[in-house]
T-cell receptor
Framework: QKEVEQNSGPLSVPEGAIASLNCTYS??????FFWYRQYSGKSPELIMS????GDKEDGRFTAQLNKASQYVSLLIRDSQPSDSATYLC????????????FGPGTSLSVIP | NAGVTQTPKFRILKIGQSMTLQCAQD?????MYWYRQDPGMGLKLIYY???????DKGEVPNGYNVSRSTTEDFPLRLELAAPSQTSVYFC????????????FGQGTRLTVV
């Protein structure tokens, strides 16, 4: 099993809809989880971090974490064409040293 | 307010040549990382460092070396470049894993021919 997995997509949603992005991870003791957005040809940009079970909201973005199920998701409400990007899930793995491992990313396209 | 600075932005290498990708951060972050990203793929961790003098291998370390003599700098050395090392390389830094995610440099696009 890969350490961090995501649906590769592409995921297409109409403008104004809710986009749901999912991520699973293999390390049961992981404590830190991150969502990055990456526009084509650009570097990743941190948009959300979450450390506790439950929901964390920031504007139109909501991160959801379920450690028992080893699952983290990102919801984007009122999706805009400017949200079209690749979304990367990242998990800090508690191995010999702390290291952040990224999933393969999900490509999101918001259709006007 | 520079953040994470990578040089060069673009480079073409011939097979067998060597080079060093430079990375510097001015945020006094302890943690620094090197990732590579192949077209249409996610980020793969090459090496990371949790402080000056401490480095460790990531997922794909073969063909690379790093050093961390200061908090600010974390250069990545490519020895005997191969076509398989054609990729976009990102350097990143963070204060710690618990205080938030990482900040990325603008990337170095490397082509080995």
């Amino acid at each position: 099993q890969k350490e961090v997995e995501q649906n590769s997509g592409p995921l297409s949603v109409p403008e104004g809809a809710i986009a749901s992005l999912n991520c699973t991870y293999s390390d049961r003791v992981s404590q830190s989880f991150f969502w990055y957005r990456q526009y084509s040809g650009k570097s990743p940009e941190l948009i959300m971090s979450i450390y506790s079970n439950g929901d964390k909201e920031d504007g139109r973005f909501t991160a959801q974490l379920n450690k028992a199920s080893q699952y983290v998701s990102l919801l984007i409400r009122d999706s805009q064409p400017s949200d079209s990007a690749t979304y990367l899930c990242a998990v800090n793995l508690k191995t010999s040293y702390d290291k952040v491992i990224f999933g393969p990313g999900t490509s999101l396209s918001v259709i006007p | 307010n520079a953040g994470v600075t990578q040089t060069p932005k673009f480079r073409i290498l011939k097979i067998g040549q060597s080079m060093t990708l430079q990375c510097a951060q001015d945020m006094n972050h302890n943690y620094m990382y090197w990732y590579r990203q192949d077209p249409g793929m996610g980020l793969k961790l090459i090496y990371y460092s949790v402080g000056a003098g401490i480095t460790d291998k990531g997922e794909v370390p073969n063909g690379y070396n790093v050093s961390r003599s200061t908090t600010e700098d974390f250069p990545l050395r490519l020895e005997l470049a191969a076509p398989s090392q054609t990729s976009v390389y990102f350097c990143a830094s963070s204060y710690s894993d618990e205080s938030g995610g990482a900040f990325f440099g603008q990337g170095t696009r490397l082509t080995v021919v």
